[in-house]
């Protein structure tokens, strides 16, 4: 088992910048894939970034050019950098890591709240 622990969410201007950190129990160098997903009040919850084991990186449309993600094995964490923040990235932000070892795994950190507005 492996507990995620956000931080860096808050309240920051359009235009804006945070970063965003998941804090892993344990090595996540194993773990296939490392995410970032977002929950906004009465959507649903979508998968923002994605970083595999081999540093692939993707992303949704919406956040491409504004938001890098990035794994550090040898500290155990995963980042979200966002620049250019909208009003429109307001949400509940959460850390995902899964895969396929012996058997499947699926761990989500508790969430971390980024609003946007002036």
């Known amino acids: 088992q492996v507990q995620l622990v956000e931080s860096g969410g808050g309240l920051v201007q359009p235009g804006g910048s945070l970063r965003l950190s998941c804090a892993a129990s344990?090595?996540?160098?194993?773990?296939?894939?490392m995410g970032w997903y977002r929950q906004a009040p009465g959507k649903q919850r979508e998968l923002v970034a994605v970083?595999?084991?081999?540093?692939?990186?993707k992303y949704v449309d919406s956040v491409k050019g504004r938001f890098t993600a990035s794994r550090d094995s040898t500290k155990n964490t995963v980042s979200l950098l966002m620049n250019s923040l909208k009003p429109e990235d307001t949400a509940v932000y959460y850390c995902?890591?899964?895969?396929?070892?012996?058997?499947?795994?699926?761990?989500w950190g508790q969430g971390t709240q980024v609003t946007v507005s002036s």
């Open positions: 344990r090595s996540i160098f194993s773990i296939n894939a």
């Open positions: 995902r890591g899964w895969g396929l070892g012996l058997e499947l795994y699926d761990y």
């Open positions: 970083v595999t084991s081999h540093g692939i990186t």
